[in-house]
T-cell receptor, first 113, second 114 residues
Framework: DAGVIQSPRHEVTEMGQEVTLRCKPI?????LFWYRQTMMRGLELLIY????????DSGMPEDRFSAKMPNASFSTLKIQPSEPRDSAVYFC???????????FGSGTRLTVV | AQSVAQPEDQVNVAEGNPLTVKCTYS??????LFWYVQYPNRGLQFLLK??????LVKGSYGFEAEFNKSQTSFHLKKPSALVSDSALYFC????????????FGKGTTLSVSS
């Protein structure tokens, strides 16, 4: 298995632009998680899905952020409009469920200028 | 609510010496506890987990961790550190209730000097 695949690896965009991050979880994993990593705040859980259904989106910082999981093999995290404070590394992770741990993707490093 | 604390931002140790990276947690039910490692510009990699059973858990790369329920701790240990162990280490916890996600500590940077 290729693991959790995230794209793009790096994204540089101008303030105000729409940004879409993509994630392909491991086949057979029924839970998917989006995390954001910054120096100041560490790893923050943004949202997670079970069986393609959003379970908890309380970590999504603002209405500018949205996430979808249209099927078991694909998820997107969208920021519209983007702001410089959104600059971070965004990780996607998947899991086969409790009590198993998560497998993380390599992350997307987002820079908003 | 669940939370996890890693009280040390950085741990420095000489190669060959034992290392400990501290973690304490808080959950309302019984905990599932994990340690992950992150190398520069990489995603997090699973090291070990405690679900139930023996309090001493052995994981990858010679690491182990001890679950202490009375102290609500899950410290990561290794008897003899390697320079290649230098990385960022995360402790994570979740309640064993269904529908909860892992909450991560802020991370501890381990620096092993030769």
């Amino acid at each position: 298995d290729a693991g959790v695949i995230q794209s793009p690896r790096h994204e540089v965009t101008e303030m105000g632009q729409e940004v879409t991050l993509r994630c392909k979880p491991i086949s057979g994993h029924n839970s998917l998680f989006w995390y954001r990593q910054t120096m100041m705040r560490g790893l923050e859980l943004l949202i997670y899905f079970n069986n393609n259904v959003p379970i908890d989106d309380s970590g999504m910082p603002e209405d500018r952020f949205s996430a979808k999981m249209p099927n078991a093999s694909f998820s997107t995290l969208k920021i519209q409009p983007s702001e410089p404070r959104d600059s971070a590394v965004y990780f996607c992770a998947s899991s086969p469920g409790q009590p198993y741990g998560y497998t993380f993707g390599s992350g997307t490093r987002l820079t908003v200028v | 609510a669940q939370s996890v604390a890693q009280p040390e931002d950085q741990v420095n140790v000489a190669e060959g010496n034992p290392l400990t990276v501290k973690c304490t947690y808080s959950v309302s039910g019984n905990p599932y506890l994990f340690w992950y490692v992150q190398y520069p510009n990489r995603g997090l990699q699973f090291l070990l987990k405690y679900i139930t059973g023996d309090n001493l858990v052995k994981g990858s790369y010679g690491f182990e961790a001890e679950f202490n329920k009375s102290q609500t701790s899950f410290h990561l240990k290794k008897p003899s550190a390697l320079v290649s162990d230098s990385a960022l280490y995360f402790c994570a916890v979740r309640d064993n209730q269904a529908g909860t996600a892992l909450i991560f500590g802020k991370g501890t940077t381990l620096s092993v000097s030769s």
